[in-house]
């Protein structure tokens, strides 16, 4: 074996290892492809071999050669292969290369689940730690389903190391398996108070990053994680929290203002940049949140803005980008101490880094007022024409655009600036948002009616160079904004000065090699402008002319007729159809330009972009009802041809219809209005009642101001923005002058003008009145529109699923799925999924982990109610009523507890305080009472079968030991699987009004049973109780025995000494107690498949014995539950109202018994490996089943 | 969520470092390597991950005290040698020799009057 150890080694010697492929590729740098190709050939020879190193060492080069970007995805299985050694070297090789490889695309990664699960309950640490760190990369939605609950284990390991990767995968594992968040989030909780440092930084780190895109399900935390804060110094887990109050202060607001203080005192004291970034930045968000009525935190927001000008005025680029990333969040709400910082702003636009040119452009964005809008877009125009890049200038481009634009031109203050402003930006070469441009205009003309004219104006000389547009070799974005041009031309071509002009510029042969969609907008705007020039024509009498410009339609309307695009074509030869017939009529005198411009009749709207969304499902309408029945399949098939044979013919025979005249149009047009206006869905145009109030008097009473006309408003070519910036001052310069006079004849009469919006802008924007008296035209909503904004969300958010109320007590049908043997699908029974986790559970506490185990159990003890459900899924027998008793002292620190959230968060909990207090009463009796009965406890806990039959009594393992009238002991017996040993836990509850200490527990050791006591101690020593009682608290110990034999039943004597002390003294009590040891309790639940137990009965080596228990009227589900409970077995079959069942002893002796039940009788048949272990136990038996 | 780590060599010093200043990544290959270079990072590609899984651990920060970082390491390499024991020794060798970089070995030797004649070795590589 040795020598076949070395031999294979020796063989190892002459592949490469890692730094040998790295050197030869470092080493073949002109034909390195061919080299990899090469190694990689080489590299499956290796993987062919049986050594075991000879594959690892294949894989970790494949590991690099997939860094390299070579697809390894063909050795999958191979790396699996290497997962699976049992040497911890080449296992980490192995997890490695999965880690780096695999995803959820790999399909024999379900192979691994079982190798995972193998490692994650290995007994070295590292086997478990690096199965977990391999898991964390590559785990899938099965994976996190079938390993989650080993996972949920691992979290209470004894070794801090496993526990924070345990803690640290489970988010991963909630992501993949949203299900498991609810009965693993008790025990997270619980790890943001271990003792070790590394699993409370995992614990907040993965309670933040859930709580970050939940926030409103981790308020109840708050308290916790604020105590954590102020005492935490690891900065990491610092910002973590504060990062997480940040995410939390918008849903409680009075956080917010608990937390100013400290977070303050942590931006003076820290010397950590990331720290204070993140305070500054949680700071802020609580001021957001408190931006209501709170005047006093102006110092907050300077110290914050401050120290992020240290920021921004670092030379680091990274810092320099958070502090303006940081800024723009302050400018939200706090716009004016950041527009003091207008300097430093506008430098970093001259920044070399383009990013933080980007974010500077975003806090202009806020920046901007009325009063500077013009300077600022002046100097980004400047930008625009220096920037190099394309992208860059673009996101200029669109920044001034959104500056201009934002809260519907708020800060516009001059429509006729604006419009060159867009005018100029379409100069702009190769932008890609030429359709951004082209909105603005047409959002702009459309809705600031005062502004047409300019617009139109502006707009047929764009359409008149067109070609500078069109012309450019990318023709790509810019040429866009012709489409706005002709649209503004066509439909407001009342205000077009040369109406005869901008025509032939629309209809120009170089026009047909724009983008069909534009040349679209052409032609029927090419109708809309003859309309109107035939209409001036004829009102002119000028018959002659109109018809020069029907002719002049007939001629050129062709070269559309011919175009590719189908919307052009149609378009055009309907309209060349149209004037046609004008001609004719034309021709024959009659006036024709009436009809002709009915077509374009009435105003078209702007209509918001979610109204068609918003118009309410009136009731008793089922969109989702089919109208007519859908045929059947058979009947359509035989259709089908045929209805489309019709449907062609008929569609053939509509084409051929005569041309339908204006008259004919018109009528149908006035049939489709009133359609519409009986149609509910159809935004109607006329009913919004700002709408009419624009519509009465029109544009005329608006009081346009005259702008000065010793400046031409036509400029020859494109306009000049600068000018109007001039205008734009002097205007305001004589507005302040007459304002001033104004002032003086009557001082404080004006002020409030009338505002478009409800926004304030500050102060000095109030003076400056705008230009054009403006109504903003708002876009317009259906009536009754819902306001619900819900189609805001994004269904694909996979941390949507995640979105769970924690704080529900747990269903039965949430508890997370526990490992199942494949070949088990027969055995139906849920008991078997719960027991392999007892088995793991029982297993620990045991002798040298005890105290450490103790310990954990007493902190365990002090934590949320939720934790019960959670335990209850895997350690029916113990923990529930454990957790029961335990309750009264729970209360107790809750009660603290609250109290100090109280002080903390001052009324909203208080209503939730209240009532939680009414609960508690009942919650103190019921836990109360439980301990007196020793029989009762909840139902809810026992998950041994489904409870479908009826209620199930409450049951407790725990039994009364002894009581006077200090201390009342309550015990409770399991066995564990290996040495022989059975762990008694006791309950201590103090009956007393003293505090009791220096408890100990002295045993008289039998020959058979001993108690198990620390090194070094004689056997009549006392094993002391590692706490003290105050009064009415009880808490629990756990002491280990060692065992012999366990066929017999045992009694062991013992006594409990104390020391209780209150006001008046000291006294030394003692309490003798009588422990017996049933041999039920000997036993362990064991899960056991049907074949493997029918195995053991063909056997042959047991012995049996068996029961009759008559008058049992009890359910047969609850009667099993209840064997199960009582005597730790677990079903394996049941078939109506019979059932086979198993259990184990911890010295490994099979039981096996065959329950049936009659009409009311139960008959228990057993069969064991010692005949008189199952004749104890069967006795025992009897007697629980007695009582049923 | 930690999607990529990138080192810089920034004349010594890596850039992030002052900000992320508790993130102590850089510095325990400092440490693990005794003054880590590129070269390092690009010969040991597995060890820097098996470092890096001790700081990080899918996207999340899993470490942040270096002194308890550096043990788990150490932990590991320790259990690593163990395992190792007589079957590594020959591969240890092997890559020493590999390292000495033969081609470069003087064809003849000559000691005084001894003669020795070194067979063509051709690279391992």
Redesign the interface.
């Known amino acids: 074996m040795a020598l076949k150890?070395?031999k294979?080694?020796?063989d190892?010697?002459?592949d490469?290892?890692?730094?040998?492929l790295?050197?030869?590729i470092r080493?073949h740098k002109e034909d390195e492809a061919k080299y990899i190709s090469q190694c990689i050939d080489e590299i499956k020879q290796e993987l062919k071999q049986d050594n075991i190193?000879v594959k690892a060492n294949a894989v970790?080069k494949l590991?690099?050669l997939q860094?390299l970007g070579y697809d390894i995805s063909w050795a999958a299985f191979n790396i699996i292969e290497v997962m699976s050694a049992s040497?911890?070297?080449f296992k980490?090789?192995g997890y490695?290369a999965a880690?780096?490889s695999f995803h959820e695309g790999t399909d024999v990664i379900m192979l691994t689940t079982n190798q995972i699960r193998k490692d994650l309950s290995s007994p070295?640490q590292?086997d478990t730690g690096v199965a977990?760190?391999g898991l964390?990369?590559f785990?899938t939605p099965d994976l996190a389903r079938d390993l989650a609950n080993d996972i949920m284990t691992l979290m209470s390991h004894t070794k801090p190391?496993i526990r924070?990767?345990a803690v640290?995968?489970m988010?991963?594992v909630f992501l993949k398996y949203p299900e498991s968040l609810r009965p693993a989030f008790p025990r997270l909780k619980e790890k943001l108070e271990d003792p070790d440092?590394?699993v409370q930084?995992?614990a907040v780190?993965?309670i933040c990053?859930l709580a970050r895109r939940n926030p409103k399900n981790y308020l109840s935390l708050a308290p916790l994680f604020f105590k954590l804060m102020t005492s935490s110094t690891?900065?990491?887990v610092l910002i973590k929290i504060i990062k997480l109050f940040g995410a939390l202060t918008p849903l409680e607001p009075r956080l917010g203002k608990k937390l100013i203080e400290p977070l303050t005192n942590l931006i003076h004291s820290t010397s950590?940049?990331?720290l204070l970034y993140e305070c500054v930045n949680t700071v802020i968000a609580v001021l957001i949140s408190l931006s209501s009525g709170m005047p006093n935190h102006s110092a907050s927001i300077q110290l914050c803005v401050q120290k992020l000008r240290i920021l921004i005025e670092d030379s680091?680029q990274?810092?320099k980008y958070?502090g303006l990333l940081a800024m723009s969040k302050i400018l939200k709400t706090h716009p004016k101490s950041v527009q003091s910082h207008k300097d430093l702003i506008l430098q970093c636009l001259d920044d070399k880094d383009e990013s933080i040119r980007l974010r500077a452009l975003d806090l202009l964005y806020g920046m901007v007022s009325k009063k500077n809008l013009m300077e600022i877009v002046k100097k980004l125009m400047t930008h625009v024409d220096k920037a190099e890049g394309t992208t860059y200038r673009d996101e200029l481009l669109t920044k001034i655009i959104d500056i201009c634009s934002q809260s519907n031109y708020q800060h516009i203050t001059n429509f006729e600036w604006y419009i060159s402003i867009l005018v100029e930006l379409t100069r702009l070469e190769g932008t890609r948002h030429g359709h951004l441009i082209a909105a603005q205009m047409l959002d702009v003309a459309i809705r600031v009616k005062a502004i047409r004219k300019f617009a139109v104006s502006q707009m047929s000389t764009l359409l008149d160079n067109a070609h500078l547009v069109a012309s450019s070799t990318q023709r790509n974005g810019i040429c866009e904004v012709l489409y706005a041009a002709t649209w503004i031309c066509g439909e407001f071509s009342e205000h077009l000065q040369e109406p005869q002009h901008t025509l032939e510029a629309m209809l120009r042969p170089k026009v047909t090699t724009l983008p069909g969609h534009i040349q679209a907008v052409y032609v029927q705007n090419v109708v809309k402008l003859y309309a109107s020039i035939l209409q001036q024509k004829e009102q002119a009498a000028e018959t002659e002319a109109a018809q020069a410009v029907t002719q002049l339609m007939i001629d050129r309307l062709p070269q559309f007729v011919q175009s590719a695009d189908l919307e052009v074509q149609e378009r055009a030869s309907c309209i060349l159809q149209l004037v046609k017939h004008v001609q004719k009529l034309q021709a024959k005198a009659v006036p024709v330009a009436e009809e002709v411009s009915a077509l374009f009749a009435g105003e078209l709207n702007p209509v918001a972009p979610k109204a068609q969304k918003k118009v309410p499902v009136p009731e008793g309408l089922d969109l989702d009802a089919w109208i007519n029945e859908p045929l059947s399949d058979s009947e359509s098939e035989d259709e089908k041809p045929k209805a489309m044979f019709h449907e062609e013919e008929q569609r053939q025979a509509k084409h051929r219809l005569p041309e339908v005249d204006e008259e004919e149009l018109a009528r149908r047009r006035e049939a489709r209005k009133q359609e519409q206006a009986n149609n509910p869905f159809y935004i109607k145009s006329s009913p919004s009642p700002q709408k009419r109030y624009q519509d009465s008097p029109g544009v005329e009473h608006i009081p346009v101001v005259q702008i000065d006309l010793s400046v031409p408003l036509k400029v020859p070519g494109l306009p000049l923005s600068d000018q109007y910036v001039r205008l734009e001052e002097e205007r305001r310069h004589r507005q302040r002058l007459e304002k001033d006079k104004r002032r003086k004849k009557r001082r404080d009469k004006e002020k409030k003008g009338k505002r478009r919006h409800g926004s304030l802008p500050t102060e000095s924007d109030e003076d400056i009145a705008p230009a054009q008296q403006v109504d903003i035209v708002t876009e317009e909503m259906p009536e009754n529109a819902l306001p619900s904004d819900e189609d805001d969300k994004d269904p694909n958010d996979p941390y949507r699923a995640l979105d769970i109320d924690l704080d529900k007590p747990l269903a039965d049908s949430e508890k997370l799925p526990v490992q199942k043997h494949r070949n088990a699908e027969n055995s139906k029974s849920p008991e078997k999924e719960d027991v392999p986790v007892v088995e793991k559970k029982s297993k620990k506490p045991k002798k040298k982990e005890k105290k450490h185990k103790e310990k954990e159990r007493e902190k365990e003890k002090k934590k949320e109610k939720e934790r019960k459900d959670t335990l209850s899924v895997n350690t029916h027998t113990d923990t529930a009523p454990k957790d029961e008793v335990v309750e009264p002292r729970r209360e107790a620190q809750d009660e603290e507890d609250e109290d100090q959230d109280q002080e903390k968060k001052p009324s909203k909990h208080k209503k939730k305080h209240k009532k939680e207090k009414e609960e508690r009463p009942k919650d103190k009796k019921r836990s109360r009472k439980k301990l007196l009965g020793s029989e009762e406890a909840p139902g809810e806990p026992v998950q041994n079968g489904a409870l479908e039959e009826g209620p199930l009594p409450p049951m407790s393992s725990y039994s009364l030991l002894a009581e006077n009238s200090y201390i009342k002991m309550t015990y409770g017996i399991q066995g564990s699987l290996q040495d022989s040993q059975v762990t008694v836990s006791i309950i201590l509850e103090n009956l007393s009004g003293s505090v009791l200490k220096s408890m100990e527990l002295s045993v008289l050791d039998s020959l058979n049973t001993r108690m198990a006591r620390p090194e070094g101690s004689s056997v009549h020593d006392g094993v002391p109780v590692p706490f003290q009682l105050p009064p009415g608290v009880s808490n629990e110990a756990q002491f280990v025995f060692t065992v012999q034999s366990i066929v017999m039943a045992q009694k062991l004597k013992g006594t409990l000494s104390f020391i209780a002390k209150d006001d008046e003294g000291a006294t030394h009590e003692k309490l003798d107690f009588k422990l017996h040891f049933s041999c039920s309790s000997y036993l362990t639940t064991t899960p056991c498949y049907s074949d493997a137990f029918a195995k053991l009965l063909e056997s042959g080596d047991l012995s049996m014995s068996s029961i009759r228990v008559d008058g049992i009227s009890m359910s047969f589900q609850n009667l099993l539950t209840k064997i199960c409970f009582h005597h730790h077995f677990s079903v394996v079959e049941r078939v109506d109202s019979c059932a086979s069942m198993y259990s184990r002893s911890i010295q490994g002796h099979h039981i096996c018994l065959l329950v049936k039940k009659g009409e009311n009788s139960v008959s228990v048949d057993g069969k064991c490996s010692d005949a008189t272990l199952l004749s104890n136990v069967l006795e025992e038996m009897k007697a629980t089943l007695a009582t049923c | 969520?930690i999607q990529a780590i990138l080192v810089f060599n920034n004349h010594g010093k890596p850039?992030?470092v002052?900000?992320?200043?508790?993130?102590v990544f850089v510095e325990t290959l400092d440490k693990c390597f005794e003054n880590v270079c590129e070269l390092d990072l690009?010969?040991?590609?597995?060890k820097v991950?098996?470092i890096l899984?001790e700081v990080v651990?899918?996207?999340?920060?899993?470490?942040?005290?270096m002194n308890?970082i550096v043990a788990?390491i150490e932990?590991?390499n320790r259990?690593?040698k163990s395992?190792?024991g007589?079957?590594?020794?020959?591969?240890r060798?092997?890559?020493a020799v590999?390292n000495i970089n033969l081609p470069e070995i003087p064809r003849n030797i000559n000691i005084g009057d001894l003669n020795i004649k070194v067979p063509n070795l051709s690279q391992?590589?």
């Open positions: 150890m070395v294979g080694s020796i190892r010697m002459f490469k290892n890692l730094q040998d790295v050197r030869g080493n190193a970790c590991t690099y860094m040497k911890f070297t980490r090789i490695l880690s780096q070295s590292y977990l760190t964390s990369c785990v190391y924070k990767k640290l995968i988010y991963k440092p590394g930084s995992a780190n993965v990053e690891n900065n990491w950590a940049m990331s680091d990274n810092l958070l | 969520m850039r992030l002052r900000f992320y200043q508790h993130f690009i010969f040991h590609m597995d991950h098996y899984q651990m899918g996207g999340m920060v899993l470490e942040t005290n308890e788990q932990a590991q259990l690593e395992e190792g007589l079957s590594a020794a020959p591969a060798a092997v890559s590999k391992f590589v």
